[in-house]
């Protein structure tokens, strides 16, 4: 069974810097790096976003515009894990973060994360 | 403001059918799949229809997909209490070259 395990949820203060997982396993055919991963964010009792996406093969990455260059997006393969990074949080960070595979067929996502909820505040 | 656009709110009762659209234009929906998620209170969002009308293993033929143009449609028909959750739309945005998602549409089951 394909499953997606993110990291707990973190409690930080804004300027602070944060890393959150996401561990992937039981992939049938291929493996994590095979497939492209997504993070999507959710503001409190708000619809979803698309942040960006990382093909961990070769770690080509993606941004959606309003993400790019206020988060980081990496892979490592090794251990079938992405990452969403921010280098100082700011209290409109606080949200749930999803990551999602990207299915190999089209722009759509067939296993979701069961979400980090980042809280910034001081 | 979302790209795509889904009216904020649905209801039906239990059993009937109910319809959740979805509308954008010739960049998004007109010249891309479309796919529908269920986000259930408290849980992540989960797939439920791709490619505008195929669903994935196991879930229920209760749920239909269609496109027309630039707009898309969910039904749901035979509503149970437990479909009580917020549909999302999403497909890929050629001009944006950005995956884009509809605001939302929380469904009640009165």
């Known amino acids: 069974e394909v499953q997606l395990v993110q990291s707990g949820a973190e409690v930080k203060k804004p300027g602070e810097s944060l890393k959150i997982s996401c561990k992937g396993s039981g992939y049938s055919f291929g493996s994590f790096a095979s497939y492209w991963i997504a993070w999507v964010r959710q503001m409190p009792g708000k619809g979803l976003e698309w942040m960006g996406i990382i093909y961990p093969i070769d770690s080509d990455t993606r941004y959606s515009p309003p993400f790019q260059g206020q988060v980081t997006i990496s892979a490592d393969k090794s251990i079938s894990t992405a990452y969403l990074q921010w280098s100082s949080l700011k209290a409109s960070d606080t949200a749930m973060y999803y990551c999602?595979?990207?299915?190999?067929?089209?722009?759509?996502?067939?296993?979701w994360g069961q979400g980090t909820l980042v809280t910034v505040s001081s | 403001q979302s790209v795509l656009t889904q009216p904020p709110s649905v209801s039906a009762a239990p059993g009937q059918k109910v319809t959740i659209s979805c509308s954008g234009s010739?960049?998004?929906?007109?010249?891309?799949?479309v796919s529908w998620y269920q986000q259930l209170p408290g849980t992540a969002p989960k797939l439920l229809i791709y490619?505008?009308?195929k669903r994935p293993s196991g879930i229920p033929d209760r749920f239909s997909g269609s496109k027309s143009g630039t707009s898309a449609t969910l039904g749901i028909t035979g509503l149970q209490t437990g479909d009580e959750a917020d549909f999302y739309c999403?497909?890929?945005?050629?001009?944006?070259?950005?995956?884009?998602f509809g605001g939302g549409t929380k469904l009640t089951v009165l």
């Open positions: 010739s960049s998004n929906i007109g010249n891309n799949y």
């Open positions: 999602a595979r990207r299915a190999d067929s089209g722009w759509f996502f067939d296993y």
């Open positions: 490619d505008n009308n």
């Open positions: 999403g497909t890929w945005d050629s001009s944006l070259s950005t995956v884009v």
